[in-house]
């Protein structure tokens, strides 16, 4: 058994040097220093792979075993780490990237067929006459409808290297025929701010999904648009908000200090103590400010709230956060594939860092780590969360705070299970509910989108007999009809199914007014904003005994980046 245990691992290590080969393993830090090479025991492994490649009693694919080799030893570190095929770089770019190549649409299959939902404007697909709700039967003369064909694997056709052709067999309305288009494809904005608007006449909301390297820029754009319609404060939403780029986190921080304040700072073994400070030309520094977060918000968006909080800058509010604290970077390997390796940790200006407990090589039990704050009962009572009191640290005024497991909120809101059955449970886990909006925006397509604002087209959807029709829908795929839970969901569902429906129509500018509007988070943002109680010693929550030491405000310091990070 220990031969055959070190005889697997001598392949293991011969894999992953074809993989690395001699040149892997550089990678940059903030003033040009690299990363050293990763040679150790090259000879060694590469006399042994050629022993094996001429001796070994069977073929061996090389190539295979190497990519399951590097995946394998990569698991083995700390959760964030990953290895990335060079089959799946480019998907993996995309989606932090300001744009891509495409044909710009949004899309679902709803009982197998690829349905527009929404065309992106002044894109290829705009450009060519595409419409929502046309059905996309074939691309490139292969048929996608009527087959299991993975989201995954559509995109991939659709996408392509700019100035590219694609061909489409579209079908329109009950048209037997279908409509031939050939598309160029060309950049597609890949936005990170999903909307801002006014959520009473004195106050923004900002949602950000993501922090992508545009994420700055359209928050630049949304904050204007909302000064200009006369928003006095805001609330920033990074509920659900995963990471992405430390640097843009870092520039969308920086409009809300003062000049001098630390934003945050990252140390690793082979990493030297690189921080980032305010440079005081935030356009935001006097904005009242409150930032709602949720279990899933994680990475840049805890960099982004604990700077908030930390600098005593405005209010956290929600639920813990993540916990992630782990900085990646990239390292090329000499086939396209790429490491995404950890480096460093990051801390938040009170000297806190919020990575939740790992061990190392077990991820599937760091990936459980929800499902167990859950069963304790962390998202219904601020009781139940166990904070480690060796890990607490103080804010610039001397609030207690705490590190080693995400972001605690300064007001916790409990996650609401009103009108949650187990009718609701199931037409949305199967994905039922999403699936009428659909069927229901088609079939009535020439209607609705004759209203001329999200308003008037929810004011109508409230005289339809909405949750009628959706009851039945739902039995004919399956979800028997209990009418005592469906009175009890009914609020809830009709009004995902009213914003799911606008959304269609009039994007998400529609979508979140009318899912937002009985949200207990932003509810509260609202009114500590409306009452001035925005600033934790507002509220009462400033510590006498704050202890100089733990001042952030270093003056006469500029904003300083890493050249290339990631904190998602």
Same mark, same amino acid.
């Given at each position: 058994?220990?031969?055959?245990?070190?005889?697997?691992?001598?392949?293991?290590?011969?894999?992953?040097?074809?993989?690395?080969?001699?040149?892997?393993?550089?990678?940059?830090?903030?003033?040009?220093?690299q990363f050293k090479m990763l040679r150790s025991g090259q000879n060694k492994i590469n006399e042994a792979l050629d022993i094996i490649g001429q001796n070994y009693v069977d073929t061996v694919d090389i190539n295979r075993?190497?990519?399951?080799?590097?995946?394998?030893?990569?698991?083995?570190?700390?959760?964030?780490?990953?290895?990335?095929?060079?089959?799946?770089?480019?998907?993996?770019?995309?989606?932090?990237?300001?744009?891509?190549?495409?044909?710009?649409?949004?899309?679902?299959?709803?009982?197998?067929?690829?349905?527009?939902?929404?065309?992106?404007?002044?894109?290829?697909?705009?450009?060519?006459?595409?419409?929502?709700?046309?059905?996309?039967?074939?691309?490139?003369?292969?048929?996608?409808?009527?087959?299991?064909?993975?989201?995954?694997?559509?995109?991939?056709?659709?996408?392509?290297?700019?100035?590219?052709?694609?061909?489409?067999?579209?079908?329109?309305?009950? /048209?037997?025929? *279908?409509?031939?288009?050939?598309?160029?494809?060309?950049?597609?904005?890949?936005?990170?701010?999903?909307?801002?608007?006014?959520?009473?006449?004195?106050?923004? #909301?900002?949602?950000?999904?993501?922090?992508?390297?545009?994420?700055?820029?359209?928050?630049?754009?949304?904050?204007?648009?909302?000064?200009?319609?006369?928003?006095?404060? *805001?609330?920033?939403?990074?509920?659900?908000?995963?990471?992405?780029?430390?640097?843009?986190?870092?520039?969308?921080?920086?409009?809300?200090?003062?000049?001098?304040?630390?934003?945050?700072?990252?140390?690793?073994?082979?990493?030297?103590?690189?921080?980032?400070?305010?440079?005081?030309?935030?356009?935001?520094?006097?904005?009242?400010?409150?930032?709602?977060?949720?279990?899933?918000?994680?990475? /840049?968006?805890?960099?982004?709230?604990?700077?908030?909080?930390?600098?005593?800058?405005?209010?956290?509010?929600?639920?813990?956060? $993540?916990?992630?604290?782990?900085?990646?970077?990239?390292?090329?390997?000499?086939?396209?594939s790429e490491l995404l390796l950890t480096i460093a940790r990051y801390y938040t200006p009170s000297g806190r860092c919020i990575q939740k407990e790992y061990e190392l090589g077990k991820s599937e039990e760091y990936s459980?780590?929800?499902?167990?704050?859950?069963?304790?009962?962390?998202?219904?009572?601020?009781?139940?969360i166990k904070m480690v009191d060796s890990l607490e640290y103080r804010t610039a005024g001397g609030r207690p705070v705490f590190g080693g497991g995400g972001i605690m909120p300064d007001i916790f809101i409990p996650s609401?299970?009103?009108?949650?059955?187990?009718? $609701?449970?199931?037409?949305?886990?199967?994905?039922?509910?999403?699936?009428?909006?659909?069927? #229901?925006?088609?079939?009535?397509?020439?209607? *609705?989108?004759?209203?001329?604002?999200?308003?008037?087209?929810?004011?109508?959807?409230?005289?339809?007999?909405?949750? $009628?029709?959706?009851?039945? $829908?739902?039995?004919?795929?399956?979800? +028997?009809?209990?009418?005592?839970?469906?009175?009890?969901?009914?609020? *809830?569902?009709?009004?995902?199914?009213?914003? #799911?429906?606008?959304?269609?129509?009039? +994007?998400?500018?529609?979508?979140?007014?009318?899912?937002?509007?009985?949200?207990?988070?932003?509810?509260?943002?609202?009114?500590?904003?409306?009452?001035?109680?925005?600033?934790?010693?507002?509220?009462?929550?400033?510590?006498?005994?704050?202890?100089?030491?733990?001042?952030?405000?270093?003056?006469?310091?500029?904003?300083?980046?890493?050249?290339?990070?990631?904190?998602?």
């Open positions: 058994m220990n031969r055959n245990r070190h005889f697997l691992w001598v392949i293991l290590l011969i894999a992953v040097s074809l993989i690395l080969g001699f040149n892997a393993g550089k990678f940059y830090r903030p003033g040009g220093l075993l190497a990519e399951s080799a590097v995946d394998r030893i990569v698991s083995e570190l700390d959760p964030h780490s990953s290895y990335i095929p060079a089959s799946d770089v480019d998907a993996a770019k995309e989606d932090l990237e300001a744009s891509f190549s495409g044909i710009g649409i949004q899309f679902n299959m709803p009982l197998d067929t690829l349905l527009v939902i929404s065309v992106i404007s002044d894109s290829p697909a705009e450009k060519a006459g595409l419409m929502p709700f046309d059905r996309i039967i074939t691309v490139n003369d292969s048929t996608v409808a009527g087959r299991e064909i993975g989201t995954t694997k559509i995109m991939r056709m659709l996408r392509g290297p700019k100035d590219s052709k694609v061909r489409l067999g579209i079908q329109r309305g009950n /048209a037997e025929q *279908l409509t031939e288009f050939e598309l160029t494809r060309g950049d597609i904005p890949n936005h990170s701010v999903d909307v801002s608007y006014k959520v009473n006449e004195h106050t923004g #909301y900002i949602k950000i999904t993501k922090f992508s390297r545009s994420t700055y820029n359209e928050f630049l754009t949304a904050v204007a648009k909302l000064k200009q319609e006369g928003a006095e404060g *805001l609330i920033i939403d990074l509920r659900d908000n995963p990471g992405g780029y430390m640097e843009s986190a870092i520039n969308v921080i920086n409009e809300f200090l003062p000049k001098g304040r630390l934003i945050v700072y990252m140390e690793g073994r082979s990493y030297p103590r690189l921080d980032s400070y305010s440079n005081g030309k935030g356009a935001c520094q006097d904005v009242p400010v409150v930032v709602l977060i949720n279990e899933l918000s994680g990475s /840049a968006s805890e960099i982004f709230s604990g700077a908030i909080q930390d600098n005593d800058r405005g209010t956290i509010i929600g639920r813990r956060s $993540y916990g992630k604290g782990l900085v990646q970077t990239k390292l090329d390997l000499s086939d396209r459980q780590d929800l499902s167990i704050r859950f069963m304790h009962g962390e998202f219904y009572s601020a009781d139940s609401d299970t009103t009108g949650i059955t187990s009718y $609701y449970s199931s037409v949305v886990n199967t994905g039922v509910l999403y699936q009428f909006s659909l069927v #229901y925006s088609d079939k009535n397509n020439d209607k *609705l989108k004759s209203f001329a604002s999200y308003r008037e087209l929810y004011e109508y959807l409230q005289q339809q007999p909405l949750s $009628y029709e959706f009851a039945d $829908y739902a039995a004919s795929k399956g979800i +028997k009809k209990r009418p005592t839970l469906m009175s009890i969901s009914r609020d *809830l569902i009709e009004t995902q199914l009213y914003a #799911y429906i606008v959304r269609n129509f009039f +994007k998400y500018e529609g979508f979140y007014p009318i899912l937002l509007q009985n949200d207990a988070a932003l509810k509260k943002a609202i009114e500590i904003i409306s009452e001035g109680q925005w600033k934790p010693e507002a509220r009462g929550l400033h510590d006498t005994g704050n202890d100089p030491s733990c001042s952030v405000e270093i003056p006469g310091q500029a904003i300083r980046k890493p050249l290339y990070a990631e904190a998602g």
